[in-house]
């Protein structure tokens, strides 16, 4: 009886060691989300300060879309900005910009004139209610809507051009060839 209480910080260590190789093994970036395969929730959100045109869920059917989710204040974003305003250039997918978490939307506007704005429409989304909805975990992330407004994929932190080569352009051409 004695030496079974030995046994059990081997075996209590051993599952711990089990958990944290399986848990580290894991790509952060795949962290899998409930609103694949369902419609983009509803919203309907305020323009940008002389942006124009305000970014609301009826906007992203009809074509395949790019809604990426960014901030003035977010380091990650300025990554991949170039990146998204290189695809804004090609006219490949419009893309459609969610500013999350802006006390002032101009701190946003001012951000889009510095780094470019690739974005066909723009929305502001100081209290988080529709990054919650899209459970958005932090900026940036980028959805792929399909035509019918069904999110088909989440991408979690900066695109790159590895990331857009080799995974977003491909299910675009994919999701435009579905009926």
């Known amino acids: 009886m004695k030496k079974l209480i030995y046994l059990v910080p081997i075996v209590v260590l051993a599952a711990l060691a089990v958990m944290f190789t399986v848990g580290l093994g894991r790509d952060p970036k795949t962290i899998p989300s409930v609103l694949i395969d369902r419609p983009v929730p509803s919203f309907a959100l305020e323009a940008l300060p002389d942006r124009g045109k305000p970014l609301s869920s009826t906007d992203l059917t009809g074509q395949v879309t790019l809604v990426n989710i960014f901030g003035s204040w977010c380091v990650a974003c300025i990554a991949e900005h170039p990146i998204l305003v290189n695809i ?54 980028t959805f792929v809507v399909d035509p019918k407004g069904v999110i088909r994929y989440k991408h979690i932190g900066p695109v790159t051009t590895e990331v857009w080569e080799n995974t977003l352009k491909p299910l675009i051409a994919q999701l435009r060839k579905s009926p």
Request: proline share 7%.
């Open 88 to 141: 804004s250039k090609t006219g490949e997918v419009p893309i459609h910009g969610i500013a999350w978490r802006e006390k002032d939307p101009r701190d946003a506007m001012r951000w889009l004139g510095r780094h470019g704005d690739p974005y066909d429409r723009v929305g502001h989304d100081a209290d988080s209610r529709v990054a919650i909805d899209f459970g958005v975990t932090g900026a940036p992330e």
